[in-house]
T-cell receptor
Framework: GENVGLHLPTLSVQEGDNSIINCAYS??????FIWYKQESGKGPQFIID?????DKRQGQRVTVLLNKTVKHLSLQIAATQPGDSAVYFC?????????????FGTGTQLKVEL | DAGVTQSPTHLIKTRGQQVTLRCSPK?????VSWYQQALGQGPQFIFQ???????QRGNFPDRFSGHQFPNYSSELNVNALLLGDSALYLC???????????FGQGTRLTVV
């Protein structure tokens, strides 16, 4: 399958450890942010989202933190598993009420070592 | 629910040719967006269709055009293909006014 991780920053973690993936966004008017996971040969898969009026949101094993002051997002994955190995993208959306035009970040390749 | 489906999965075309890619949105979704993803990069927004019209457009030349049908499915057409058009083309569907966008598995286009 294709290597969507080519040329991307890489984060290597041991199985069972926590992972933190960071993202800087560009548009201070963005009001909705999403983290996607993309496995080789597949389309992006929704993980978790957060609105700009929040600074933290938790899901199953994942937490997203939003710092609007410095325009920074992070994705925390607890107890990282081999199945978490993929490329992770943050995406920002301005005015989702008018259509979802997503602007994606560069992406981070997460490698889980056994 | 089959989710977002795209066809074909892979395609090889010659420079200068034209190509049509197809997308069926997730059941209940009325908005379709197309993205281009070059190797090693994040997806780039091409355009979005709602109510059979192009509603938003990214920074792509007029060689890229699209269509949405009454059943909400969509086509992406690229004319006069260039080597640089080689990429994974992704379709995402959503509900108008909604937030979550669901992506298909993409069509891998190779221009030789």
């Amino acid at each position: 399958g294709e290597n969507v991780g080519l040329h991307l920053p890489t984060l290597s973690v041991q199985e069972g450890d926590n992972s933190i993936i960071n993202c800087a966004y560009s548009n201070s008017a963005s009001d909705y942010f999403i983290w996607y996971k993309q496995e080789s040969g597949k389309g992006p898969q929704f993980i978790i989202d957060i609105r700009s009026n929040m600074d933290k949101r938790q899901g199953q094993r994942v937490t997203v933190l939003l710092n609007k002051t410095v325009k920074h997002l992070s994705l925390q994955i607890a107890a990282t598993q081999p199945g978490d190995s993929a490329v992770y993208f943050c995406a920002e959306n301005v005015s989702p009420g008018g259509g979802n035009k997503l602007t994606f970040g560069t992406g981070t390749q997460l490698k889980v070592e056994l | 629910d089959a989710g977002v489906t795209q066809s074909p999965t892979h395609l090889i075309k010659t420079r200068g040719q034209q190509v049509t890619l197809r997308c069926s949105p997730k059941s209940g979704h009325d908005t379709v967006s197309w993205y281009q993803q070059a190797l090693g990069q994040g997806p780039q927004f091409i355009f979005q269709y709602y109510e059979e019209e192009e509603r938003q457009r990214g920074n792509f030349p007029d060689r890229f055009s699209g269509h949405q049908f009454p059943n909400y499915s969509s086509e992406l057409n690229v004319n006069a293909l260039l080597l640089g058009d080689s990429a994974l083309y992704l379709c995402a569907s959503s509900q108008d006014g909604g937030t979550e966008a669901f992506f298909g598995q993409g069509t891998r286009l190779t221009v030789v």
